[in-house]
């Protein structure tokens, strides 16, 4: 099977049925958008306001978007795909995405996931990853019972945490800022 084919096919109808039995409606499963990761501004109005604005953007292979009453929409959880092998080129490919992605949108979460992938999370996308939020395998190209639940339990938690960092930025400035005296970005590790 084709990498395309899979997301197309597989990945992303099992993560639109896991995001819809969430019961937010707000929320979309998409493949194939383009997501800016760069901008050019090439001139200024007197106020100091772009007035021309460039954008970059990378095609990405899952996209998880929440999209609010006026029909704006922001990105919530990006997640690269991969199947059946990942390189040591791939994985500084997918870091490096990751880190422009996340220049343009801090609040935005990402992660890898390897489909059919015979083993564990590889010690390259570990050192590689320093700007994913989550890694995880399907030892096949669908997932089993377990990897179902670890999914879910990713993409809620994912989504929660766009959400919260999205508040603190958008608030910071604001009287009604949140004041936060501890963040933590957690590791989980499941065998």
Request: charged fraction near 25%.
């Given at each position: 099977?084709?990498?395309?084919?899979?997301?197309?096919?597989?990945?992303?109808?099992?993560?639109?049925?896991?995001?819809?039995?969430?019961?937010?409606?707000?929320?979309?499963?998409?493949?194939?958008?383009?997501?800016?990761?760069?901008?050019?501004?090439?001139?200024?109005?007197?106020?100091?306001?772009?007035?021309?604005?460039?954008?970059?953007?990378?095609?990405?292979?899952i996209l998880i978007t929440e999209t609010?009453?006026?029909?704006?929409?922001?990105?919530?959880?990006?997640?690269?795909?991969?199947?059946?092998?990942?390189?040591?080129?791939?994985?500084?490919?997918?870091?490096?995405?990751?880190?422009?992605?996340?220049?343009?949108?801090?609040?935005?979460?990402?992660?890898?996931?390897?489909?059919?992938?015979?083993?564990?999370?590889?010690?390259?996308?570990?050192?590689?990853?320093?700007?994913?939020?989550?890694?995880?395998?399907?030892?096949?190209?669908?997932?089993?019972?377990?990897?179902?639940?670890?999914?879910?339990?990713?993409?809620?938690?994912?989504?929660?945490?766009?959400?919260?960092?999205?508040?603190?930025?958008?608030?910071?400035?604001?009287?009604?800022?949140?004041?936060?005296?501890?963040?933590?970005?957690?590791?989980?590790?499941?065998?």
């Amino acid at each position: 099977m084709k990498e395309t084919s899979w997301v197309k096919d597989i990945l992303q109808p099992s993560i639109q049925k896991i995001v819809s039995a969430m019961g937010d409606e707000s929320l979309q499963v998409l493949t194939r958008k383009k997501l800016p990761y760069a901008g050019c501004v090439t001139r200024y109005e007197k106020n100091n306001k772009p007035s021309e604005l460039e954008m970059q953007s990378y095609e990405t292979d899952i996209l998880i978007t929440e999209t609010f009453s006026n029909l704006s929409w922001c990105p919530r959880v990006l997640i690269e795909t991969k199947l059946e092998t990942i390189t040591t080129h791939d994985a500084i490919s997918f870091g490096q995405k990751a880190c422009t992605h996340k220049n343009i949108h801090p609040y935005l979460r990402y992660g890898v996931l390897l489909g059919a992938f015979e083993g564990p999370v590889p010690g390259h996308l570990v050192v590689h990853g320093g700007h994913f939020d989550f890694m995880m395998v399907w030892q096949k190209s669908s997932p089993n019972t377990q990897e179902t639940e670890q999914i879910i339990n990713i993409i809620r938690s994912e989504i929660e945490a766009s959400r919260q960092t999205e508040d603190l930025i958008r608030t910071r400035r604001t009287k009604d800022k949140k004041h936060v005296y501890s963040l933590q970005r957690r590791l989980e590790i499941k065998n």
